[in-house]
């Protein structure tokens, strides 16, 4: 059973994901591994470039939320600045991923 670790030093890059999923599935080969882990993240991007939202059952929901344009300021000049609208992702856990997440946090 996954568990997620209370110490959150660590940041799991790509290849590493890669690595643990093929160590831990002796049966399959790594290249293979690596194929499979970028055509999910390409689609699931692909999907978000259209508008879709991507579900993840017990894992969470990819969206895309709309920022509209706004005026800021830029932190080193403290000058006004228009920012466009913009599309950014956004991802909200499942049920089953939060409870995991705080399993014995009480």
Not at 22 to 50: C, F, K, P, W
Not at 96 to 104: F, I, Q, S, T
């Amino acid at each position: 059973m996954w568990r997620a670790s209370v110490h959150l030093e660590h940041h799991m890059i790509k290849s590493e994901l890669i690595q643990r999923i093929a160590s831990r599935n002796g049966h399959l080969y790594q290249r293979d591994v690596e194929t499979i882990v970028t055509t999910i993240l390409d689609e699931i991007a692909l999907a978000l470039a259209r508008g879709d939202r991507v579900e993840l059952r017990g894992f969470g929901a990819f969206s895309v939320k709309r920022r509209e344009a706004r005026t800021g300021r830029n932190p080193r000049t403290g000058e006004q600045v228009e920012v466009e609208e913009k599309s950014v992702p956004f991802f909200k856990t499942g049920k089953e991923m939060r409870e995991r997440l705080n399993e014995g946090a009480s």
